[in-house]
């Protein structure tokens, strides 16, 4: 194994031409691809076919794995688009619903439009009486994540595409018919979860209540005491939910599309995102960034804090700081930092001393060398957990309400991919184990 030559390229007349250092082989001719926005990608499909060798890109961080036409991010300067719409405007103007039609249409739903999706979510949420069986299974302390991702995969054997023929490839109307579902479904599924854990009751959804309002009611309201509606927090909440909405081609969202490939039902392949989603480097962050908080304790111990994230001695993160993509302040950061003043202050808690903790860390971390010098910002989970908590969502809850949100992005970016015909995900390995040998002579069953 080694580095071997390097090779080295310049750019024609909307070709990348490649060759390797010292000249000595004949150049390989790549075509370049313009995107609408955002740097040019080079079409490494004929690179095997007329050089022999395969690219290595572990973590995919320099590779767009497709062509998409939902989400745009550029990291640099801290830009995010649905459909090219700021998602600042998304925030300040649309509804989740709005934002869940136009990341899977590509418009912003007309009135009429608007109308006729709200009134099919609704009469989506409601899942099938046997799943509630389903929960029965399951100990009433395990995550709920492992519940969920559990029971969405479950829900394929009730809203199958596929039935009996494994060979069904999935029409356009049950593609539709699919994301309606899904989206529609998750509030109630994430709802349950929580309900089960807890030993309560399971709550139906409600018609006449928002989506983000059904999520609230589902969660907090018993048999005999409704959850009293309040609007600002179930703005709070919508808009978290938008915040939560999309983001290209992240490891979830990835995991979808590659699941999706196979033309597996779609419920399966959900689940599938969920579980990526799970991993603390991803959606487990703001339950992480909790933890991180109580342990911290009080302002008084962030220098400690910050000492052991300098030293990198025993692997502790500032909790949700850094991205991949963004190397400016995340977007979405910003947004949820004004929401959680909102949320706080509503509750008459803006005294809160966890979020006196989180901003003194933050203003710490943000003139702090060890930040600058990597270009750590706060992202959108520093502050969603402190939200959810505020308003009464334990924290195991908060990665299952990310999965709602997130919902929305899967099945559009599951359709896109779907109307794309990629063929199935197959990604190579520079292969590093032992070359080809013969098992001992002397070790098996004798024969
Ligand atoms: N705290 C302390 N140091 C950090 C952090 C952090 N949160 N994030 C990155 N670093 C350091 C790394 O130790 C590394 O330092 P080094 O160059 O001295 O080795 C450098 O910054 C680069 O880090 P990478 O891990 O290579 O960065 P990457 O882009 O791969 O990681 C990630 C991104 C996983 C999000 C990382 O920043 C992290 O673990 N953050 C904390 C978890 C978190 O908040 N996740 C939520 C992400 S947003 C989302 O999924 C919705």
């Known amino acids: ?191 349950w979860v929580y309900r089960y854990s807890r030993g309560l009751p399971l709550i139906y959804p409600r018609p006449g209540l928002s989506y983000a309002e059904n999520c609230l009611h589902m969660l907090f309201s018993m048999p005999e005491a409704p959850w009293a509606v309040n609007p600002v927090l179930a703005r709070a909440f919508d808009r978290i939910l938008i915040l939560h909405a999309d983001h290209g ?64 001695k025993d692997g502790t993160r500032l909790m949700g700081f850094g991205h991949r993509v963004y190397k400016k302040l995340d977007p979405r950061a910003g947004l949820m930092r004004r929401i959680c003043h909102e949320v706080l202050a509503e509750l008459g808690m803006d005294h809160d001393p966890r979020l006196e903790l989180a901003l003194k860390l933050e203003e710490t971390a943000l003139n702090d060398e060890y930040f600058i010098s990597r270009r750590l910002y706060p992202n959108v989970d520093f502050y969603s957990g402190i939200i959810l908590r505020a308003m009464g969502i334990p924290s195991s809850m908060f990665t299952v309400f990310f999965a709602v949100a997130r919902t929305a992005g899967w099945v559009a970016q599951w359709k896109e991919m779907l109307e794309s015909r990629p063929g199935i995900s197959r990604p190579r390995a520079l292969y590093v184990g032992p070359t080809r040998r013969d098992v001992p002579p002397s070790y098996g069953v004798e024969g």
């Open 1 to 191: 194994m080694g580095i071997g030559e390097t090779a080295i390229g310049h750019k024609g007349a909307g070709q990348w031409v490649l060759c390797k250092a010292d000249d000595s082989a004949q150049p390989i001719h790549l075509d370049s691809m313009e995107g609408q926005i955002g740097p040019d990608v080079v079409d490494m499909r004929g690179l095997y076919k007329q050089a022999g060798v395969f690219s290595y890109d572990p973590g995919f961080a320099n590779t767009a794995a497709c062509q998409s036409a939902i989400t745009y991010i550029d990291g640099e300067e801290g830009i995010l688009l649905h459909r090219g719409y700021p998602i600042e405007q998304l925030c300040e103007k649309a509804s989740f619903t709005d934002v869940a039609w136009l990341l899977s249409h590509g418009e912003l739903p007309d009135a009429r439009q608007k109308v006729r999706f709200e009134q099919g979510l609704m009469a989506e949420a409601h899942l099938h009486e046997q799943i509630r069986n389903f929960f029965n299974g399951f100990r009433r302390d395990s995550h709920p994540m492992a519940m969920l991702c559990g029971t969405l995969a479950g829900l394929s054997s009730f809203y199958g595409n596929q039935g009996a023929d494994q060979r069904h490839r999935i029409t356009p109307e049950e593609r539709e018919m699919s994301t309606l579902r899904l989206v529609a479904k998750m509030p109630t599924l994430a709802a």
């Open 249 to 312: 081609q992240n490891v979830s969202t990835s995991t979808v599309r590659t699941v999706g490939s196979t033309g597996v039902n779609p419920f399966a392949c959900i689940a599938a995102g969920v579980a990526a989603l799970w991993g603390p480097a991803h959606g487990g962050a703001n339950e992480a960034v909790l933890d991180m908080l109580d342990e911290i304790g009080t302002v008084d111990g962030i220098p400690d804090f910050m000492n052991r994230v300098r030293n990198q």
